[in-house]
């Protein structure tokens, strides 16, 4: 029997650490829920950012869901079902990129920081983010069935490393959002505002034109 074949059988601890290692990789590597969350931190808050990163959590959560009822393989198989997500997910980050652009604050930083933000939608913004990214299902299609076990229950593997993925993006996205508060301090007027708007909503725009150029294989 092939040794590969022998090594995925088992869920070792040592399985389970590698998969935590590119779990973190993927959560740290910088792209529209890390920049999300960067935005939301500097414009509303540490507190109101997680609301955002449970929006994205739930977006991954579906994702991987899909995954286990074998839709994330469909995706993965079918040029049209990719093409279709993706290009949502291409106007939907430009979208933001571009309403963030422009966005003009006629306040003052204390100003900025006082206003309320809607949870609602910081929660559906941030989930539509996670869930119109069709890579990290194809991702999810490629990286999970390395590491499960094809003897045992698949729905319950399935739930264990979700967990795992889900944990370590919550992590890192909370550590995104306090560089985030560190780097607030640096915008202390009107034009900081405007240029921070104008640096995320290129930030956006810039994951947006990565997703369109992003192939099927």
């Known amino acids: 029997m092939d040794e590969s074949f022998k090594w995925r059988d088992k869920m070792t601890i040592e399985v389970w650490l590698t998969f935590l290692l590119a779990a973190i990789v993927l959560s740290v590597s910088p792209g529209a829920g890390a920049v999300n969350t960067m935005a939301n931190t500097m414009k509303y808050g540490f507190k109101a950012s997680l609301i955002a990163n449970l929006g994205l959590q739930v977006g991954s959560a579906f994702n991987i869901v899909m995954v286990g009822l074998g839709l994330g393989a469909l995706l993965a198989q079918s040029e049209l079902a990719f093409s279709i997500i993706k290009w949502v997910g291409v106007a939907y980050l430009i979208f933001l990129g571009y309403q963030k652009f422009n966005e003009v604050s006629k306040l003052d930083l ?14 559906t913004k941030s989930v539509i983010v996670n869930i119109t990214n069709p890579k990290s299902i194809v991702f999810l299609v490629a990286l999970l069935p390395q590491f499960m076990n094809t003897n045992e229950s698949q729905i319950n593997q399935i739930m264990l490393l979700g967990a795992t993925m889900l944990v370590v993006d919550t992590v890192v996205m909370i550590g995104y959002s306090l560089l985030a508060t560190r780097l607030a301090h640096l915008i202390k007027n009107e034009r900081h505002v405007r240029i921070q708007n104008r640096i995320f909503g290129s930030m956006f725009m810039g994951a947006g034109s990565l997703l369109a150029v992003a192939s099927h294989n």
């Open 110 to 123: 204390g100003e900025l920081k006082a206003q309320k933000p809607e949870p609602f939608k910081l929660f």
